[in-house]
Nanobody, 117 residues
Framework: VQLQASGGGLVQTGGYLRLSCTAS????????MGWYRQTPGGQRELVAS?????????SYADSVKGRFTISRDNAKNTVYLQMDSLQPEDTAVYYC??????????WGQGTQVTVSS
């Protein structure tokens, strides 16, 4: 499975970006997918995740609740992260993630998001 992420960039405070990540290979609709982010010298943290058993179940880091929305198109094997009201503290490299089992976890190449103040 390969994950191809896109959509990062430079935006001003209060702006928005939409990240996309397309999986190639055997990702099932019920396999969790999501986004992590990492700052220089910081730990990688989970931003949002989604499973899709029926209506989809989502979870968010407290810091992005109400501003970010994760969604998924199973027909396209693609997960999206809509990021609104971006703040300088959202600046990080964002990584797409997919999980199939304890031995099958996948990461995208990372996309830079920079929010200027």
């Amino acid at each position: 499975v390969q994950l191809q992420a896109s959509g990062g960039g430079l935006v001003q405070t209060g702006g928005y970006l939409r990240l996309s990540c397309t999986a190639s290979g055997s990702i099932r609709s019920g396999d969790p997918m999501g986004w992590y982010r990492q700052t220089p010298g910081g730990q990688r943290e989970l931003v949002a995740s989604i499973t899709s058993s029926g209506y989809g179940y989502t979870s968010y880091a407290d810091s992005v609740k109400g501003r970010f929305t994760i969604s998924r198109d199973n027909a396209k094997n693609t997960v999206y992260l809509q990021m609104d009201s971006l703040q300088p503290e959202d600046t990080a490299v964002y990584y797409c993630w997919a999980w199939r089992s304890t031995t099958q976890e996948y990461w995208g190449q990372g996309t830079q998001v920079t929010v200027s103040s």
